[in-house]
């Protein structure tokens, strides 16, 4: 065992009582924290490893609290050492979104995820969060840049595609920040949200939460990079969200018109950044497992730009050059 792990054992054992605990690893993501499931009294906890020079667990703890305080469903905080990076909190249990969604439920867990949001757009935090401003979405479009198309295709850009891609990125941007802005969780997707019995949905991985875009995570939600549903149904729950958001007044009728187009170019920014991200995981992190996501994710950037005359050029460029060139680097 590292000194890391000696250190994180010796810690739960104090927090905890008794006898080092036996931890089974509770779940993988994309970051350097790690999860560990545990038995604590008649039910589990769950400790998280968050090494303190790649995560920040001082915004997961002020969230946490922040987010349970306006009634969502968030790990509660047990016990907590920022200095390292331990932390002790509640089990929202194992049952994924992603692992649990089918034809017959979807209607019933996407209406409490849309609720949950609503919830987080009307009363979530307006201070002390990150400004998701344009330099914020433009070094995220480096990333497509970066890492799929230089890193991981080594695709060669002529000199007449940058011009495009940049007034692609202008246009992307321009419709972000035109938006009404909010607290965006970052990451509301199905591998987020928890099938819970009470309170659905448990919601975690929320300490990059910013104040931007009030479509973003409803294209996260509803354009999810992890699994696709067909285009009528996530137009009706788009539709769903839209009565409540009025309601609530975190939307206004003067944004109703815009609406659809905001979401829309609010989805190809997320997910040439999420492209890009799973480029990186695969040549920087030694993951390549998550290339698999790359068709669909790219698929939802072919077929929404299709449908706008000024990012036709992006769509078939996506389409032409770049899912071609993804699908020699997909694993077996």
Not at 8 to 17: D, R
Request: proline share 6%.
């Amino acid at each position: 065992m590292s000194e890391r792990g000696e250190l994180f054992q010796e810690w739960l054992t104090a927090h905890l009582g008794g006898e080092p605990p036996a931890l089974v690893a509770a779940s993988t993501d994309a970051s350097f924290r790690r999860y560990w499931r545990l038995r604590h009294g008649a039910g589990t906890v769950i400790a998280v490893d968050a090494p303190p020079d790649t995560e920040d667990s001082t915004a997961f703890v002020r969230l946490a609290r922040a987010f349970g305080a306006i009634g969502l469903n968030v790990p509660q905080i047990l016990a907590e050492d920022l200095e390292r990076g331990f932390l002790l909190v509640a089990d929202l249990g194992e049952r994924q979104y992603l692992d649990h969604l089918d034809a017959a439920n979807a209607d019933r867990l996407y209406g409490d995820a849309i609720a949950a949001l609503i919830a987080l757009q009307a009363a979530g935090p307006q201070t002390g969060l990150p400004l998701y401003d344009e330099p914020f979405l433009r070094r995220e479009l480096g990333i497509f840049d970066q890492w799929l198309l230089d890193g991981l295709l080594a695709l060669p850009r002529a000199e007449q595609l940058r011009p495009m891609l940049e007034i692609s990125y202008d246009l992307l941007v321009e419709s972000a920040l035109a938006q009404p802005r909010v607290c965006v969780h970052r990451d509301f997707h199905s591998r987020n949200l928890m099938f819970t019995e009470q309170a659905n949905p448990g919601i975690l991985d929320f300490q990059d939460a910013v104040l931007g875009p009030v479509t973003y995570d409803l294209v996260s939600l509803l354009r999810d990079c992890y699994i696709d549903w067909p285009e009528a149904r996530v137009q009706a729950w788009q539709g769903a969200y839209l009565d409540l958001a009025l309601r609530r007044g975190i939307l206004h009728q003067e944004h109703v018109a815009a609406f659809t187009g905001w979401f829309d170019l609010m989805g190809v920014q997320r997910h040439l950044k999420a492209a890009g991200i799973f480029a990186r995981l695969a040549l920087r992190d030694g993951r390549p497992d998550y290339l698999r996501y790359l068709p669909r994710t790219l698929g939802y950037v072919r077929q929404v730009c299709a449908r706008y005359p000024a990012l036709e050029p992006l769509a078939d460029f996506v389409s032409g050059r770049v899912l071609p060139a993804v699908a020699a680097h997909l694993p077996a």
